[in-house]
Antibody, heavy 118, light 106 residues
Framework: QVQLVESGGGLVKPGGFLRLSCAAS????????MTWIRQAPGKWLEWISY????????YYTDSVKGRFTISRDNAKNSLYLQMNSLRAEDTAVYYC???????????WGQGTLVTVSS | SYELTQPLSVSVALGQTARITCGGSYIGSKNVHWYQQKPGQAPVLVIYRDSSRPSGIPERFSGSKSVNTANLTIRRAQAGDEADYYCQVWDSSTVIFGGGTKLTVL
Protein backbone atom coordinates (compact mmCIF):
# COMPACT_ATOMS: atom_id res chain seq x y z
CA GLN A 1 0.00 0.00 0.00
CA VAL A 2 0.99 3.63 -0.38
CA GLN A 3 3.21 4.59 2.54
CA LEU A 4 5.39 7.48 3.64
CA VAL A 5 7.71 7.17 6.62
CA GLU A 6 9.58 10.14 8.02
CA SER A 7 12.73 9.96 10.12
CA GLY A 8 15.47 12.22 11.40
CA GLY A 9 13.64 14.33 13.94
CA GLY A 10 14.98 15.03 17.41
CA LEU A 11 16.20 17.62 19.85
CA VAL A 12 18.58 20.26 18.53
CA LYS A 13 19.94 23.52 19.92
CA PRO A 14 19.09 26.87 18.36
CA GLY A 15 21.37 27.50 15.41
CA GLY A 16 21.82 23.78 14.84
CA PHE A 17 20.83 21.61 11.94
CA LEU A 18 18.91 18.44 11.13
CA ARG A 19 18.18 16.43 8.02
CA LEU A 20 14.77 14.85 7.72
CA SER A 21 14.09 11.92 5.41
CA CYS A 22 10.87 10.52 4.02
CA ALA A 23 10.87 7.01 2.57
CA ALA A 24 8.14 6.30 0.06
CA SER A 25 6.73 2.95 -0.97
CA UNK A 26 3.73 1.50 -2.77
CA UNK A 27 3.66 3.98 -5.64
CA UNK A 28 5.83 5.32 -8.42
CA UNK A 29 7.62 8.00 -6.41
CA UNK A 30 9.20 9.66 -9.44
CA UNK A 31 5.76 10.55 -10.83
CA UNK A 32 4.70 12.75 -7.93
CA UNK A 33 5.30 16.17 -6.49
CA MET A 34 6.22 15.88 -2.81
CA THR A 35 5.76 18.35 0.01
CA TRP A 36 6.88 19.05 3.57
CA ILE A 37 4.27 20.40 5.98
CA ARG A 38 4.74 21.11 9.68
CA GLN A 39 2.55 21.59 12.71
CA ALA A 40 3.75 23.36 15.82
CA PRO A 41 2.42 21.94 19.10
CA GLY A 42 -1.27 22.73 19.39
CA LYS A 43 -1.21 24.80 16.21
CA TRP A 44 -2.42 24.57 12.62
CA LEU A 45 -0.83 23.05 9.54
CA GLU A 46 1.87 25.11 7.85
CA TRP A 47 3.20 24.40 4.39
CA ILE A 48 7.00 24.53 4.18
CA SER A 49 8.13 23.45 0.73
CA TYR A 50 7.37 21.32 -2.28
CA UNK A 51 9.45 19.80 -5.03
CA UNK A 52 8.36 18.67 -8.48
CA UNK A 53 8.60 15.08 -9.61
CA UNK A 54 11.91 15.66 -11.37
CA UNK A 55 13.25 18.06 -8.75
CA UNK A 56 13.39 20.94 -11.20
CA UNK A 57 10.74 23.08 -9.47
CA UNK A 58 11.05 23.98 -5.81
CA TYR A 59 9.17 26.48 -3.68
CA TYR A 60 9.51 27.48 -0.02
CA THR A 61 7.46 29.44 2.42
CA ASP A 62 9.14 32.73 3.31
CA SER A 63 9.98 31.80 6.89
CA VAL A 64 12.35 29.00 5.84
CA LYS A 65 13.89 30.44 2.67
CA GLY A 66 17.67 30.39 2.88
CA ARG A 67 17.64 28.01 5.85
CA PHE A 68 15.85 24.88 4.62
CA THR A 69 16.56 22.87 1.47
CA ILE A 70 14.23 20.30 -0.01
CA SER A 71 15.59 17.55 -2.24
CA ARG A 72 14.72 14.11 -3.51
CA ASP A 73 16.39 10.97 -4.76
CA ASN A 74 14.03 9.19 -7.12
CA ALA A 75 16.33 6.19 -7.33
CA LYS A 76 15.98 5.74 -3.58
CA ASN A 77 12.29 6.74 -3.41
CA SER A 78 13.23 9.31 -0.82
CA LEU A 79 12.47 12.92 0.02
CA TYR A 80 14.69 15.07 2.21
CA LEU A 81 14.60 18.31 4.15
CA GLN A 82 17.88 19.83 5.22
CA MET A 83 17.19 22.30 8.02
CA ASN A 84 19.92 24.74 9.03
CA SER A 85 20.04 27.68 11.44
CA LEU A 86 17.17 26.22 13.39
CA ARG A 87 15.09 28.44 15.63
CA ALA A 88 12.76 27.75 18.53
CA GLU A 89 9.82 28.57 16.28
CA ASP A 90 10.79 25.67 13.99
CA THR A 91 9.72 23.27 16.74
CA ALA A 92 6.97 21.15 15.19
CA VAL A 93 5.92 17.79 13.86
CA TYR A 94 7.13 17.60 10.28
CA TYR A 95 5.06 15.65 7.77
CA CYS A 96 5.92 14.62 4.27
CA UNK A 97 2.96 14.38 1.93
CA UNK A 98 2.33 13.28 -1.62
CA UNK A 99 1.07 16.12 -3.80
CA UNK A 100 1.72 19.80 -4.31
CA UNK A 101 -1.33 21.51 -2.93
CA UNK A 102 -2.68 22.18 -6.38
CA UNK A 103 -2.72 18.41 -6.48
CA UNK A 104 -4.26 17.49 -3.11
CA UNK A 105 -2.22 15.80 -0.41
CA UNK A 106 -3.67 12.32 -0.63
CA UNK A 107 -1.06 10.52 1.44
CA TRP A 108 0.78 11.69 4.57
CA GLY A 109 3.51 10.22 6.69
CA GLN A 110 3.08 9.78 10.42
CA GLY A 111 5.29 12.79 11.13
CA THR A 112 8.58 13.30 12.91
CA LEU A 113 9.02 15.69 15.84
CA VAL A 114 11.68 18.37 15.72
CA THR A 115 12.37 20.22 18.95
CA VAL A 116 14.64 23.25 18.93
CA SER A 117 15.66 24.14 22.45
CA SER A 118 18.75 24.94 24.46
CA SER B 1 -0.72 37.03 0.90
CA TYR B 2 -3.86 34.95 0.56
CA GLU B 3 -5.66 33.96 3.75
CA LEU B 4 -8.29 31.38 4.63
CA THR B 5 -10.56 31.94 7.61
CA GLN B 6 -12.20 29.10 9.52
CA PRO B 7 -14.21 29.18 12.75
CA LEU B 8 -12.21 27.91 15.69
CA SER B 9 -14.90 25.46 16.70
CA VAL B 10 -18.17 23.96 15.57
CA SER B 11 -20.47 21.77 17.63
CA VAL B 12 -23.05 19.34 16.33
CA ALA B 13 -25.48 16.97 17.99
CA LEU B 14 -24.99 13.30 17.33
CA GLY B 15 -26.77 12.35 14.12
CA GLN B 16 -27.25 15.93 12.96
CA THR B 17 -25.53 17.91 10.21
CA ALA B 18 -22.34 19.88 10.75
CA ARG B 19 -21.17 22.65 8.45
CA ILE B 20 -17.65 24.03 8.54
CA THR B 21 -16.90 27.16 6.57
CA CYS B 22 -13.72 28.38 4.96
CA GLY B 23 -13.65 31.99 3.87
CA GLY B 24 -11.30 33.48 1.33
CA SER B 25 -11.33 36.22 -1.26
CA TYR B 26 -12.79 34.78 -4.45
CA ILE B 27 -12.21 31.28 -3.16
CA GLY B 28 -14.82 30.28 -5.71
CA SER B 29 -12.13 30.54 -8.38
CA LYS B 30 -9.80 28.12 -6.60
CA ASN B 31 -9.78 24.39 -5.96
CA VAL B 32 -10.44 23.71 -2.29
CA HIS B 33 -9.30 20.62 -0.45
CA TRP B 34 -10.35 19.52 3.04
CA TYR B 35 -8.43 17.43 5.57
CA GLN B 36 -9.48 15.72 8.77
CA GLN B 37 -6.99 15.37 11.60
CA LYS B 38 -7.71 13.35 14.71
CA PRO B 39 -5.58 13.84 17.85
CA GLY B 40 -2.11 12.39 17.51
CA GLN B 41 -2.65 11.40 13.89
CA ALA B 42 -1.63 12.70 10.50
CA PRO B 43 -4.23 14.56 8.44
CA VAL B 44 -6.41 12.64 6.03
CA LEU B 45 -7.85 14.03 2.79
CA VAL B 46 -11.66 13.97 2.97
CA ILE B 47 -12.69 16.27 0.10
CA TYR B 48 -10.66 17.37 -2.92
CA ARG B 49 -11.36 19.87 -5.68
CA ASP B 50 -14.27 21.38 -3.81
CA SER B 51 -16.62 18.41 -3.74
CA SER B 52 -14.96 15.14 -4.70
CA ARG B 53 -14.53 12.35 -2.15
CA PRO B 54 -11.48 10.07 -2.09
CA SER B 55 -12.19 6.38 -1.97
CA GLY B 56 -12.97 5.23 1.54
CA ILE B 57 -14.49 8.54 2.66
CA PRO B 58 -18.16 8.14 3.59
CA GLU B 59 -20.83 9.80 1.47
CA ARG B 60 -21.82 11.71 4.60
CA PHE B 61 -18.93 14.07 3.80
CA SER B 62 -19.56 16.63 1.09
CA GLY B 63 -18.15 19.92 -0.08
CA SER B 64 -19.52 23.01 -1.77
CA LYS B 65 -18.41 26.48 -2.64
CA SER B 66 -19.67 29.98 -3.39
CA VAL B 67 -17.85 33.13 -4.40
CA ASN B 68 -16.07 33.76 -1.10
CA THR B 69 -16.83 30.70 1.01
CA ALA B 70 -16.19 26.98 0.82
CA ASN B 71 -18.14 24.56 2.97
CA LEU B 72 -17.55 21.12 4.36
CA THR B 73 -20.78 19.39 5.34
CA ILE B 74 -20.91 16.29 7.48
CA ARG B 75 -24.32 14.63 7.62
CA ARG B 76 -25.45 12.25 10.34
CA ALA B 77 -22.47 13.23 12.47
CA GLN B 78 -20.87 10.43 14.45
CA ALA B 79 -18.61 10.46 17.50
CA GLY B 80 -15.79 9.31 15.25
CA ASP B 81 -16.07 12.53 13.22
CA GLU B 82 -14.69 14.55 16.13
CA ALA B 83 -11.50 16.05 14.76
CA ASP B 84 -9.83 19.16 13.47
CA TYR B 85 -10.72 20.05 9.90
CA TYR B 86 -8.54 22.16 7.61
CA CYS B 87 -9.31 23.72 4.27
CA GLN B 88 -6.48 24.26 1.80
CA VAL B 89 -5.97 26.05 -1.50
CA TRP B 90 -3.15 26.77 -3.90
CA ASP B 91 -2.35 30.43 -4.52
CA SER B 92 0.52 31.95 -6.49
CA SER B 93 2.55 28.73 -6.37
CA THR B 94 2.20 28.46 -2.60
CA VAL B 95 0.04 26.30 -0.39
CA ILE B 96 -2.39 27.94 1.99
CA PHE B 97 -4.09 26.20 4.91
CA GLY B 98 -6.92 27.57 6.96
CA GLY B 99 -6.42 27.81 10.69
CA GLY B 100 -8.48 24.72 11.34
CA THR B 101 -11.85 24.04 12.94
CA LYS B 102 -12.37 21.75 15.89
CA LEU B 103 -15.55 19.74 15.44
CA THR B 104 -17.21 18.54 18.61
CA VAL B 105 -19.99 15.95 18.43
CA LEU B 106 -22.32 16.32 21.40
Amino acid sequence: QVQLVESGGGLVKPGGFLRLSCAASGFNFSDYYMTWIRQAPGKWLEWISYISSSGSKIYYTDSVKGRFTISRDNAKNSLYLQMNSLRAEDTAVYYCARGSGLIPFDCWGQGTLVTVSS
Amino acid sequence: SYELTQPLSVSVALGQTARITCGGSYIGSKNVHWYQQKPGQAPVLVIYRDSSRPSGIPERFSGSKSVNTANLTIRRAQAGDEADYYCQVWDSSTVIFGGGTKLTVL
